[in-house]
């Protein structure tokens, strides 16, 4: 029997909502400010978000646009769509996703240790852990952001960092996820990998089959969440119990 010590989670899309309302919003008010006549759009977010890290985002769009932008001015404009960020954290735009909280707590009180493991910068991250977390110091162990690796997600760089970090195995250990890039960091870390589908997409995509199970969201008791695909969360809440069974699960 394996025992679950160690949760991973991704940040945007796994634990709150801050792509849609939060970074789009923000990088849309820098591109303002830099006189930029760029407008990103959901549909167009949604297409540049296979592209990890915001610096990368922004001088990826300026290329397929044929601007050139060199990438000391897209650090300009990230560090300043970072502080628009922070307001819309602050702000109360960037709402956590359902059953975070919860099990963010349950976790804690069981002593099983939960690190974050993103690609977004340490600045975004820190924002949004000290607002939405109340800065309760116990609510993670560790991190591993953009700045802590070269190879970004989908590459198993971050994963495999946050391991020799924090001493966790693929024998005790879940992710949590929320994107194709996430999901092939994770399991090319050879880590199991639950995915929680961003609320502003819904869709299962054939790539998500190698996940371990696929959810709409972790769960409250007054709203179960739904099982897409893989092991079925009965009761419909994801709860230490079913993070160790899918631990447990032959692959
Ligand atoms: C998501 C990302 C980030 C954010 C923007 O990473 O790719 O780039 O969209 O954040 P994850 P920054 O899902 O791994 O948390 O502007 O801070 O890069
Ligand atoms: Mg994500």
């Known amino acids: 029997m394996k025992h679950l010590k160690f949760v991973f989670w991704d940040v945007d899309g796994t634990l709150a909502d801050t792509e849609m309302s939060g970074h789009r919003i923000a990088f849309n008010n820098a591109f303002h400010d830099f006189n930029l006549d760029w ?21 990826s769009y300026a290329h397929s646009k044929c601007i050139d932008l060199d990438s000391r001015k897209a650090q300009s404009v990230h560090s300043l ?8 954290v602050i ?53 591993i952001t953009f700045e802590d690796v070269d190879l970004h997600k989908p590459n198993p760089e971050a994963y495999l960092k946050a391991m020799k970090a924090s001493g966790a195995t693929k024998n005790n ?11 092939f960091s994770a399991k090319s870390a050879i880590l199991k990998c639950i995915l929680t589908i961003p609320s502003w997409s819904q869709r299962i995509s054939p790539d998500m089959l190698i996940a371990n199970a696929v959810l709409d969201h972790l769960g409250e008791p007054d709203s179960p969440c739904r099982s897409l695909q893989g092991l079925s969360c009965k009761p419909p809440i994801v709860s230490a119990q079913y993070l160790e069974s899918i631990l447990n699960e032959e692959e």
């Open 39 to 59: 407008d990103w759009d959901i549909a167009t977010y949604t297409g540049l978000l296979r592209i990890q890290g915001g610096v990368n985002r922004i001088l």
């Open 173 to 183: 250990t879940i992710v949590i996820e929320d994107s194709i890039p996430g999901l």
């Open 81 to 88: 769509k970072q502080n628009y960020y922070h307001q819309q």
């Open 91 to 143: 702000n109360g735009n960037v709402p956590l996703r359902k059953g975070v909280k919860r099990l963010n707590e349950e976790l804690t009180n069981l002593g099983i240790d939960q690190w974050i493991v993103t690609t977004s910068s340490s600045k975004a991250v820190n924002s949004l852990i000290t607002t939405l977390f109340n800065q309760n110091t116990s609510a993670f162990q560790g991190a």
